[in-house]
């Protein structure tokens, strides 16, 4: 496991834009769960980890990090950020209350939906709390193609075949599914650059040096390079256009019905979890994505807060994510191996 870093409330203030405003909040409103012999506030005095399945860089763990302070201030205790647990998203923890894990839809919902052997189960090894935040996912081709929309790039694919060049960022990513959906729904043609590693820089680098000519990713990652002037963006997988972008059309949009929505993030528990620390990490959820300056923080960056109405509802969700995504797995003959 990777060294922790300790946030106090002011460790984070360089991601936001000024000092978080301080507010308080009872952690113990839900009068339907017995109150147990020691009060919470003293069950909870050790650090709250929040284990992200991904790097720092990436766009899950950064919600991670713009959220920390305010849930440390509602929890009042330190929180630790730990990154890079990959798929078990830190099942391992001790379930007491102090650990949730940052994870995303890749790994909870289109893994799960296609493996038979995946190493979690994210109802039964996780509890599910909430999303955090709906991410869309935009398609980048390099600027100096002068391509400007996708019919532009489906007749460039077509007078050029085979010799666009993308990457999927990972074989068992959800963009490689979405790549399957620009391929097959909307004729766009491309050859796969299999000498590229996986994880978004040595893709983002071929866009900015010119080694390739396209990339999906996450809205972060493809911001960057869009401001830079390196990529231009051609269309997003989102259920609406996105603010930062609001020219670029959806794949809904340009006929494209088996993605409909990009990415997203969200919370879990380990599965031996309470029933009441399952509601105190809600509530501080509810806390954190709630303050104007996270919501400011994380819109900066092109990502959208999508809380759940409850984990009852997030679990709803996550279930008819997996169905969704293995519909479209064997439509476009997704496989892991």
């Not at 713009?66 to 730990?82: C, F, G, R, T």
């Not at 489906?154 to 391929?183: K, M, Q």
């Not at 893709?203 to 231009?232: F, N, Q, R």
Request: net charge negative.
């Amino acid at each position: 496991m990777n060294k922790p870093h300790r946030f106090r409330n002011t460790a984070f203030c360089f991601l936001l834009a000024g000092t978080l405003a301080a507010c308080s909040a009872d952690p113990d409103t839900d009068t339907s769960v017995d109150t147990p012999t020691v009060p919470l506030a003293e069950l909870h005095t050790g650090p709250f980890q929040i284990l992200n399945a991904f790097s720092a860089a990436g766009s899950s763990s950064k919600t991670a990090q713009i959220i920390a302070p305010k849930i440390e201030q509602y929890l009042d205790q330190p929180v630790e950020l730990v990154f890079s647990q990959g798929r078990t998203a830190g099942v391992e923890s001790v379930a007491d209350g102090n650990a949730i894990a940052m994870s995303t839809i890749g790994l909870m919902a289109l893994l799960p939906a296609v493996m038979a052997d995946y190493p979690v189960d994210p109802f039964t090894d996780l509890r599910p709390i909430t999303r955090t935040t709906g991410t869309p996912d935009l398609l980048v081709v390099r600027s100096d193609l002068d391509i400007n929309s996708v019919q532009e790039l489906v007749d460039y694919s077509t007078a050029n075949t085979g010799e666009l060049r993308y990457f999927h960022i990972a074989p068992a990513s959800i963009h490689r599914l979405e790549w399957a959906a620009f391929f097959g729904e909307l004729g766009i043609s491309g050859t796969l650059d299999t000498s590229r590693s996986n994880g978004n820089d040595d893709a983002m680098a071929g866009i900015i040096d010119g080694t390739l000519d396209m990339m999906i990713s996450t809205s972060p990652y493809m911001t960057e390079l869009i401001e830079s002037g390196a990529g231009v963006p051609i269309a997003v997988v989102n259920p609406t256009r996105m603010p930062l972008f609001p020219d670029v059309p959806t794949l809904l949009e340009l006929g494209s019905e088996s993605m409909p929505s990009g990415s997203w993030a969200g919370v879990f528990a380990p599965g031996g979890t309470s029933d009441e620390d399952i509601n105190r990490i809600f509530e501080a959820m509810q806390f954190a994505m709630a303050d104007p300056e996270v919501i400011a923080a994380i819109d900066a960056i092109g990502m959208e807060i999508n809380l759940s109405e409850s984990p009852t509802e997030f679990s709803s969700f996550l279930q008819s994510e997996i169905q969704r995504l293995a519909i479209a797995a064997e439509q476009y003959n997704f496989r892991t191996d």
